[in-house]
């Protein structure tokens, strides 16, 4: 087992398809929510999403903390602290302003990303203007958007989802793929589930069976208990 082999980023991107299938009815004010990850029996890593009320060049927007990181002998083998943050707008959820601070071993990069919705476009601080579609997201405003949207309502079995999406200092799209429904045991006991697999594009480092799956529960709260990483060298369970 080489757990140094682990892409910690696809780990962390991979948990955003987690954190998106998490829809409520009512919009938060203050919450946090936390996540394990274990390779195995082994804890590898803690991720914590935060978010408050706050103001964006004095419009009243909602602002957003997401941290990744290893811990324990993951985080001796492979130390990863990456912190993605961003402001998003009040009522539709698109982001304002990105900012990302990520470092992996010895890889380190700090980029801000501004989005302008309106006009199509974004304004990455490393590489400049971009052409982007309105409803362009990032990590952090791709979890929050989807939470309050209803795009996971009514799916049915083989939809797919595709969204366009800015990661740090790119663009690309995203697709999430529905393929049914199963009843879990989880930490919360058992629970009807719906079942989500993000597609991805062949030569990652992914294993080709179910690289990726998230079992959500089939209720109004579409609560994620439980996702797992299939890697061609082994799996990682995620747990909420």
């Not at 200092?169 to 993000?198: A, F, N, Q």
Request: proline fraction near 3%.
């Amino acid at each position: 087992m080489n757990i140094q082999k682990i892409d910690m980023k696809q780990i962390v991107i991979s948990l955003v398809g987690l954190f998106l299938s998490y829809t409520v009815v009512s919009r938060p004010i203050d919450e946090t929510l936390n996540f394990t990850m274990r390779y195995g029996l082994i804890k590898g890593g803690k991720v914590t999403i935060t978010a408050k009320p706050s103001f964006y060049e004095n419009k009243e927007c909602i602002y957003l903390n997401m941290r990744g990181r290893t811990v324990g002998l993951t985080g001796s083998l492979y130390e990863v602290d990456n912190t993605y943050e961003c402001y998003v707008e009040k009522d539709d959820f698109l982001p304002l302003k990105a900012k990302y601070t990520i470092n992996e071993q010895n890889h380190h990069l700090k980029n801000e990303v501004w989005f302008y919705n309106l006009e199509g476009k974004l304004n990455s601080q490393i590489n400049g203007w971009h052409e982007a579609e309105k409803g362009t997201l990032d990590i952090a405003s791709l979890i929050y958007n989807l939470r309050f949207s209803n795009r996971l309502n009514n799916l049915k079995q083989g939809q797919i989802i595709t969204i366009p999406f800015w990661d740090i200092d790119k663009m690309y799209e995203i697709k999430l793929k529905y393929t049914g429904k199963e009843t879990i045991k989880s930490k919360i006991g058992t629970v009807r589930c719906m079942k989500i697999e993000p597609v991805f594009e062949a030569g990652s480092a992914f294993s080709k069976r179910e690289p990726l799956t998230i079992w959500i529960t089939d209720d109004q709260n579409k609560l994620p208990v439980l996702m797992k990483l299939n890697f061609k060298f082994g799996s990682v369970k995620c747990e909420l």
